[in-house]
């Protein structure tokens, strides 16, 4: 049962030299209970994207199309009292940057109680018993002694783990993550990842991932959406997209990641930068990039289809779909990369586990 669902959802930002289009018509759904994946590159709009499902655009950003339906609901139809009611009860945020979103002249410890008492009808001694649980929960040793701590006297590590306990406060059916591993070592990132998986699964707690780690992305998540440009260029089951990556920004992507055991002299990338999304370019917003472009690229914006038969995309979320006219047969060398495949012996320590790592060279044959 879909407990969110997306649909043509665009979001603009107005600057002097005209409006920027973060979001541009995308469209998806996350089930009860599933970790979804949403990775791009920087820029590509995966924070606007997710800003929006809580209206909490700033900065000059606006909504200007789209729905956007949670159990059925569309929020943005809902009034403020309403939308207040929704959020951290129902949909949760984990920001970016914890040091940012915790605030440094409170303890730790109040400000989550300061969420439970804004949701429920809890007093004071009610409202710290519960963030104590919650910093217990979220694996903050000593919680009762913590509690009192400010957020500079936590580790980075310490500080995210603290916001996903705010995030818990309203117990949500949804958790939206944005970078949440972003600039943590690995050992704390494994933590953390530990612990949303954890969440998802005793809890049937969706999450929504927002990064750029592939990586975190095989360890987490059950499907992927790859975003480029402000638009939906990919969406699979996550092994087929590590398996079998049908875009060639995916391709590109993949073959950018470091692995352990790596026995490439230099990393692959993608040429060029990503467009202006005040003036984007025609057609396939990926062909100024794109090794395999040919001429129609840039003359028409290629839709998302099932890549399998060409159909046109009907929102099944386990249709595997790119957007490339490959797929709608209009290309006339077609795509041309080579997938290479490494088996990981159990007990690996690769970024995706024990799952079998494709490795993409992303060159002609």
Known sequence: MALLEVEDLAVRYYTEDGPVRAVDGISYEIRVGETLGLVGESGAGKSAASLALLRLLEGGGEIVGGEIRFRGENVLELSADELRAVRGTEIAMVFQDAGAALDPVYTVGEQIAEGIRAHEAADDDEARDRAIALLERVGIPEPAARYSDYPHEFSGGMQQRAVIAMALAGDPALLICDEPTSGLDVTVQAGILEL????????????????????????????????????IVERAPVEELYYDPKHPYTVGLLAATPRLGDDRERLATIPGTAPDLVDPPTGCRFHPRC???????????????????????????????????????????????????????DGGTEANGNRPERRQSGESK
């Open 196 to 231: 949303l998986a954890d969440l998802a699964t005793e809890s049937e707690t969706a999450i929504q991932l927002v990064t750029h780690d592939l990586g975190v992305v095989a360890e987490l998540c059950e499907r992927v959406l790859v975003q480029y440009a402000g638009e």
């Open 291 to 345: 090794p395999y472009a040919e001429d129609v690229c840039a003359r028409r914006a290629p839709p998302l289809v099932e890549t399998a038969s060409g159909a046109p995309d009907e929102g099944d979320p386990e249709a595997h779909v790119a957007a490339c006219l490959e797929y709608t047969g209009d290309l006339e060398d077609g795509l041309d990369y080579e997938v290479q495949v490494r088996d990981v012996p």
